[in-house]
């Protein structure tokens, strides 16, 4: 089966450093990767989406890497904030309309001063 | 625009009752998704829809139905619940398929069965 597997324990990290959060999954490449952001008591809110053949994608402070040999994606957050706590979904999907994504457990971040 | 909305919020049920769970979006998203929250276990999907009129299993169906009468609402049914189905939903949808493009997040139903 697909799965994604994302470390359980919170990463805890002083304000102004980079975060990095690891995502590994299993059996063939997924086709996409996809990284959320969830809020205690909220829905996850999509950040970012790199494709198979994406080696990297950046959106201001975020940025997601895509190692198909290690079979692991990376989110980075650099200049990290308190605002920035929260916990971080990975999830992977394939093509076609039925595409659906797969989710992991999450990695909860707590920003601290 | 509200985007995906849920009703309700919370809700205690006994073992054996039943209840619908309502999702709308307002985007005119073909794609529905609806999945369950448990601690250590990540979001699980449940039941999806890939346009009106339509409906398939995901992960976890069994005890669940849905519908999708309307594009912009998908129902998911509990007919007799269990202490088992405790947990937090969420409905999601999106424009392309799901896997292709962001899914846009509900803010949950915490169902609690005792």
């Known amino acids: 089966s697909q799965k994604i597997e994302q470390n359980s324990e919170a990463l805890n990290i002083q304000e102004g450093k980079t975060a990095t959060l690891t995502c590994n999954y299993t059996?063939?490449?997924?086709?996409?990767l996809q990284w959320y952001r969830q809020d205690p008591g909220r829905g996850p809110v999509f950040l970012l989406l790199?494709?198979?053949?994406?080696k990297e994608k950046r959106k201001e402070r975020l940025k997601v890497t895509f190692d198909t040999t290690l079979k692991q994606s990376l989110f980075h957050i650099t200049a990290s904030q308190p605002a920035d706590s929260a916990t971080y979904l990975c999830?992977?999907?394939?093509?076609?309309?039925?595409?659906?994504?797969?989710f992991g457990t999450g990695t909860r971040l707590q920003v601290t001063l | 625009n509200a985007g995906v909305t849920q009703t309700p919020k919370f809700r205690v049920l006994k073992t054996g009752q039943s209840m619908t769970l309502l999702c709308a979006q307002d985007m005119n998203h073909e794609y529905m998704y609806w999945y369950r929250q448990d601690p250590g276990m990540g979001l699980r999907l449940i039941h999806y829809s890939v346009g009106e009129g339509t409906t398939a299993k995901g992960e976890v169906p069994d005890g669940y139905n849905v519908s999708r009468l309307k594009k912009q609402n998908f129902l998911l049914g509990l007919e007799s619940a269990a202490p088992s189905q405790t947990s937090v939903y969420f409905c999601?949808?999106?424009?392309?398929?799901?896997?292709?493009?962001?899914?846009?997040f509900g803010p949950g139903t915490r169902l609690t069965v005792t």
């Open positions: 059996n063939y490449s997924p086709a996409y």
């Open positions: 999601a949808s999106s424009y392309p398929p799901g896997g292709l493009a962001e899914q846009y």
């Open positions: 790199i494709r198979e053949n994406e």
């Open positions: 999830a992977r999907s394939n093509t076609g309309t039925a595409s659906k994504l797969t």
